[in-house]
């Protein structure tokens, strides 16, 4: 079964520092895909990033940057120079391209709440 | 604009009266989901659809039906809702139901159960 850990609960800053946000996931396929939502404090989900399996080069950004590493089985998130607006909680999610039945399913981590202060 | 539709955003209601939450998309896509968010939880799925007329459970499903009779409408029904369904809903849609492509997601609809 998949499964998606984010170990830090809760990060707190202060702005224009930089930030990362840790992701570890477990799957038995060889093919799937790695997502990163932020979730700010309006509620809305907004879509940050997807990543495949057969892609490991890490993404920058503007201020964000991803790590893939299948190695260690995870897909840290990296943000730069932190700003207040950057406060939310941030998923990570995972969907086996090989789910039978449900190839979109998406399975979330319990989230990180991030707070920038000033 | 692209986007999905949540109705209503915000509810209460009284433990046993049946309720709809509708959700709609004006993209075309194939595929849609219901996920529920709670404190400490993330996002776990309710039901989805694979195209009209095609459902299954997700993690979640008891208490729940949906049905898949439009492509851009996909509702989630409570028939007796209690007060552990109280919970934060979202219903998201993306382009296949093959390939695990970007989810749109609604806003959200605050449900609780007394």
């Not at chain 2, 309720?19 to 039901?47: A, F, K």
Request: one cysteine or more; aromatic letters at 14%.
């Amino acid at each position: 079964a998949q499964k998606v850990t984010q170990a830090q609960t809760e990060i707190s800053v202060v702005e224009k520092e930089d930030v990362t946000l840790d992701c570890v996931y477990e799957t038995r396929d060889t093919t799937y895909y790695l997502f990163w939502y932020k979730q700010p404090p309006s509620g809305e989900l907004v879509f940050l990033i997807r990543r495949n399996s057969f892609d490991e080069q890490n993404e920058i950004s503007g201020r964000y940057s991803w790590n893939f590493q299948k190695s260690t089985s995870s897909f840290n998130f990296t943000i730069t120079a932190s700003q207040v607006v950057d406060s939310a909680v941030y998923f990570c999610a995972l969907s086996e391209a090989g789910f039978t039945g449900g190839g979109n399913k998406l399975t979330f981590g319990t989230g990180t709440q991030l707070k920038v202060e000033l | 604009e692209a986007q999905v539709t949540q109705n209503p955003r915000y509810l209460i209601t009284v433990t046993g009266k049946k309720l709809t939450v509708t959700c709609s998309q004006n993209m075309n896509h194939e595929y849609m989901s219901w996920y529920r968010q709670d404190p400490g939880l993330g996002l776990r799925q309710i039901y989805y659809s694979m195209n009209v007329e095609v459902t299954d459970k997700g993690d979640v499903p008891e208490g729940y039906k949906v049905s898949r009779k439009e492509k851009r409408n996909f509702p989630l029904i409570l028939e007796s809702p209690s007060p552990n369904q109280t919970s934060l809903y979202f219903c998201a849609s993306s382009y296949s139901s093959r390939v695990a492509y970007e989810q749109y997601f609604g806003p959200g609809t605050r449900l609780t159960v007394t």
